[in-house]
């Protein structure tokens, strides 16, 4: 045994994992999706002379700032620190395989948090053109997060046929670009944008959901109006993404899915 065993009574450490990485994957999933929300919502504003669409926006950049760069963040890390303890061995694999791709992935994460405060603490400090040129910088930045991390996290369940011919010789890093866009690398490219959009929409209607429809009721209306149709691309694509997805996971995997969902709340997966 070349690591300690790390047992965690009762709910094992694969829940642990799951847990902390549900939580990290609603924030980090919002992170990129509101990235394109705030700049595109800012020139919008700025382009019709919205006074109050700027105030409702610069409260929702506000928001944005603390749930992705605080609460992403620390569940990031709380994700490899899990990782790191349940299987270090996978862990190793995972990072020595795509060494450069990490390089890669937290160059454009630092240039995501420092836009994403820049973005918030610029309000009006400068003018109108430099602050939505680093909304738009923010909104690159973490998209291509997703671009790279999406190669490394789909090829957990999807290795592809090249690599897993070298598997275990110390040649796996000579197979980088087949092992990253393996055969779920696309679809599941596809699905997590879709899924980006719609929670950039979600989290934008609980934003606009605290403005006093009251004393504002125009400005609620246009607000969520605008904000309801980020949640369009996910209904009408992500089914067709979706079976895309499947159609690409292996066939073992594919009848563990079916085998959970038949036999729920019969003992093989509790409810």
């Keep these: 045994m070349n690591y300690p065993v790390w047992d965690v009574l009762f709910i094992g450490s694969g829940w642990v994992i799951g847990a902390i990485a549900i939580f990290h994957v609603m924030i980090s999933h919002f992170a990129v999706g509101g990235g394109l929300y705030l700049p595109m919502a800012e020139a ?9 669409w700027l105030r409702e926006i610069r ?12 609460f992403g963040a620390v569940s990031g890390v709380g994700i490899w620190f899990s990782i790191g303890l349940a299987n270090p ?4 694999t995972l990072i020595h395989n795509f060494v450069f791709g990490w390089a890669i992935e937290w160059v454009f994460f630092l240039v995501e948090l420092t836009a994403a405060a ?12 430099t602050h939505l040129r680093v909304g738009w910088v923010y909104a690159a930045s973490s998209l291509l997060t997703l671009v790279i991390i999406n190669g490394i ?6 290795p ?4 897993l011919a070298v598997a275990g010789t110390g040649q796996e890093a000579g197979v980088f670009w087949q092992a990253f866009f393996n055969p779920t690398y696309w679809p599941s490219l596809l699905l997590r944008t879709l899924v980006c959009i719609s929670l950039a929409g979600v989290w934008a209607l609980v934003t606009a959901s605290r403005i006093d429809g009251y004393a504002e009721p125009a400005l609620k209306t246009s ?5 309801a149709k980020w949640l369009f691309p996910s209904f009408v694509l992500m089914p067709i993404a979706f079976l ?5 996971v292996p066939e073992s995997q594919r009848a563990l899915l079916s085998l959970g969902m038949s036999t729920i709340g019969q003992g093989t997966f509790t409810q």
């Design 244 to 248: 895309w997805y499947l159609s690409a």
């Design 223 to 227: 607000f969520i109006r605008w904000s």
């Design 118 to 129: 820049v973005y918030y603490y610029t309000w009006d400090r400068v003018d109108a053109k």
């Design 89 to 92: 061995e996978a862990t190793s």
């Design 59 to 70: 409260r929702h950049s506000r928001f944005f700032l603390v749930l992705t760069g605080v």
């Design 160 to 163: 592809g046929a090249a690599w």
């Design 153 to 158: 996290l789909a090829f957990m369940l999807t």
């Design 44 to 52: 919008k504003a700025r382009r019709e002379g919205r006074e109050d």
